[in-house]
């Protein structure tokens, strides 16, 4: 499975195992995104304390339509570990 790294980063911020839904979704999102933009607007929504499928989704959807990705701070993950 190719996209483990990813789910897993989704698993750890959702606080649970991803649905085989939410699985496609990011599976489609890497269609036409890098693994790096889906972390960012991942990071975001974490960010914003908006942690949804559909809020990530419109991230991303508003960084295609106005072709960017910001530079976000890094969250400190070191207590993931």
């Known amino acids: 499975?190719?996209?483990?790294?990813?789910?897993?980063?989704?698993?750890?911020?959702?606080?649970?195992?991803?649905?085989?839904?939410?699985k496609e979704i990011i599976s489609d999102w890497l269609k036409e995104n890098t693994e790096e933009i889906i972390t960012k607007a991942l990071k975001e929504a974490v960010f914003n304390g908006a942690v949804h499928m559909r809020y990530i989704n419109k991230i991303l959807k508003s960084w295609k339509n106005e072709n960017q990705t910001p530079d976000l701070p890094e969250p400190d993950l070191s207590w993931l570990k």
Do not use: D
Request: proline content about 5%.
């Open 1 to 22: 499975m190719e996209n483990i790294t990813i789910e897993y980063k989704f698993a750890q911020e959702f606080g649970r195992l991803l649905t085989p839904m939410e």
